[in-house]
């Protein structure tokens, strides 16, 4: 066998069907032929090994979600990457019901030509929970999942540094970070409207907190807990489930056993600083596992 079919072969069977009986290990087989064989990096063969006892794990996601290149195809062009998950984004919002979603679709017809200025950064807490809801979300959602996954790498995470740290609380401002995707200073440019991508570690809370911006939340791993007064009781819902907040009304989120992962979106006031309002059960919701 020439080393050219070899290689095809051997690439096959790294996309051995996800979810079927060893498939992980076939696909670590592959990967260390391909690795022994000078075609693939120790970073990417350790992916396959760190998920050849997860069969329902993709590792192409956690190849993306970790800048990594997935083999078998070329090295992917940030500008097309992002306008595909805008593109992706855009249909899957067109499924959410509810005045907000059509409020943030009135704002994507906002942003002003293609993508430019990309600067991406990588962040821990995205290398870190980020492949693990991606892994939720591709049983459900493949298209949007391997979008995001293929982005990821491209984008510039933020850890959100504004709040004082000893009133939103220690978890939150080490345990999440975000990336804008539309936006004044984002890869796509848009006037007084933002939206993006948004990640929570497990288990962390969101303490109550408001802002002038109306926001929507379209979560797509959960189940997770919300609320919309302090010292209210929570409201645990799935994935998928959309969270509008008008302006100025108070919301808390408390992340579940899967890291939260949502789409963003801002569709005014955009400049105006977000503030947090004190709670007498941050302690309990601290503890809380849902």
Same mark, same amino acid.
């Given at each position: 066998?020439?080393?050219?079919?070899?290689?095809?072969? &051997?690439?096959?069977?790294?996309?051995?069907?996800?979810?079927?009986?060893?498939? !992980? %290990?076939?696909?670590?087989?592959?990967?260390?032929?391909?690795?022994?064989?000078?075609?693939?990096?120790?970073? #990417? +063969?350790?992916?396959?090994?760190?998920?050849?006892?997860?069969?329902?794990?993709?590792?192409? =996601?956690?190849?993306?979600?970790?800048?990594?290149?997935?083999?078998?195809?070329?090295?992917?062009?940030?500008?097309?990457?992002?306008?595909?998950?805008?593109?992706? /984004?855009?249909?899957?919002?067109?499924?959410?019901?509810?005045? !907000?979603?059509?409020?943030?679709?009135?704002?994507?017809?906002?942003?002003?030509?293609?993508?430019?200025?990309?600067?991406?950064?990588?962040?821990?807490?995205?290398? $870190?929970?980020?492949?693990?809801?991606?892994?939720?979300?591709?049983?459900? @959602?493949?298209?949007?999942?391997?979008?995001?996954? $293929?982005?990821?790498?491209?984008?510039?995470?933020? =850890?959100?540094?504004?709040?004082?740290?000893?009133? /939103?609380?220690?978890?939150?401002?080490?345990? @999440?970070?975000?990336?804008?995707? /539309?936006?004044?200073?984002?890869?796509?440019?848009?006037?007084?409207?933002? *939206?993006? +991508?948004?990640?929570?570690?497990?288990?962390?809370?969101?303490?109550?907190?408001?802002?002038?911006?109306?926001?929507?939340?379209?979560? +797509?791993?959960?189940?997770?807990?919300?609320?919309?007064?302090?010292?209210?009781?929570?409201?645990?819902?799935?994935? @998928?489930?959309? #969270?509008?907040?008008?302006?100025? %009304?108070?919301?808390?989120?408390?992340?579940?056993?899967?890291?939260?992962?949502?789409?963003?979106?801002?569709? %005014?006031? &955009?400049?105006?600083?977000?503030?947090? /309002?004190?709670?007498?059960?941050?302690?309990?919701?601290?503890? *809380? %596992?849902?």
């Amino acid at each position: 066998m020439n080393a050219w079919r070899f290689k095809a072969m &051997t690439e096959d069977l790294l996309h051995f069907a996800v979810g079927e009986k060893g498939s !992980g %290990r076939v696909r670590y087989g592959a990967a260390m032929a391909l690795y022994q064989a000078g075609h693939m990096s120790a970073e #990417v +063969l350790e992916v396959y090994r760190e998920l050849s006892a997860h069969d329902t794990r993709d590792p192409i =996601t956690v190849l993306a979600a970790r800048g990594l290149p997935v083999p078998g195809q070329p090295p992917s062009d940030g500008v097309a990457v992002l306008s595909a998950l805008v593109a992706e /984004i855009g249909r899957y919002l067109a499924m959410l019901p509810g005045d !907000g979603p059509v409020e943030v679709r009135q704002g994507l017809a906002r942003r002003a030509g293609p993508v430019t200025g990309i600067a991406p950064r990588a962040n821990p807490v995205v290398a $870190a929970h980020l492949p693990v809801a991606l892994a939720a979300l591709v049983a459900t @959602h493949p298209a949007l999942a391997y979008a995001i996954a $293929a982005s990821a790498a491209h984008l510039n995470w933020i =850890t959100y540094d504004g709040y004082p740290r000893d009133r /939103i609380g220690d978890a939150f401002a080490t345990g @999440h970070a975000f990336a804008q995707l /539309i936006g004044q200073d984002a890869p796509i440019r848009a006037p007084d409207f933002d *939206l993006g +991508l948004f990640v929570i570690a497990p288990h962390v809370l969101y303490r109550d907190h408001h802002h002038a911006a109306p926001e929507l939340y379209a979560p +797509l791993t959960g189940p997770h807990g919300w609320r919309f007064q302090p010292d209210a009781p929570l409201v645990v819902t799935p994935a @998928h489930q959309p #969270v509008w907040n008008p302006a100025n %009304r108070p919301h808390l989120t408390k992340v579940g056993p899967v890291p939260f992962l949502c789409i963003y979106a801002w569709t %005014r006031d &955009t400049d105006a600083l977000a503030h947090v /309002i004190p709670a007498s059960d941050w302690p309990a919701l601290e503890a *809380l %596992r849902l």
